[in-house]
Nanobody
């Protein structure tokens, strides 16, 4: 059983920064590729960024150059550093183990203009 918890969401002004964390438990967490997704009110959930077991990363065009995904294997944690936030980034952000049915509970990010 793999479990993980997201944290770090908050209310921030446009132009600000946040770092989200996805802390996993269970010995197999480090074997998975991890994705950060987000869902804004009234919109479908969308992929934000992914990081493979080996550290390869991919980003949605809307966040390239502003967001950085990383992982700390020793801490079983994946991070999403978000800079230059704008109101369009407002959403609930979820951590997901790719190719599995495991999702976190989400953390709210709200960017005020």
């Amino acid at each position: 059983q793999v479990q993980f918890v997201e944290s770090g969401g908050a209310l921030v002004q446009a132009g600000g920064s946040l770092r989200l964390s996805c802390a996993g438990s269970g010995s197999t967490f480090s074997f998975y590729s991890i994705g950060w997704y987000r869902q804004a009110p009234g919109k479908q959930r969308e992929l934000v960024a992914t990081i493979s077991r080996g550290g390869n990363t991919n980003y949605a065009d809307s966040v390239k150059g502003r967001f950085t995904i990383s992982r700390d294997a020793a801490k079983n944690t994946v991070y999403l550093q978000m800079n230059s936030l704008n109101p369009e980034d407002t959403a609930v952000y979820y951590c997901h183990l790719l190719a599995t049915s495991y999702w976190g509970q989400g953390t709210q990010v709200t960017v005020s203009s």
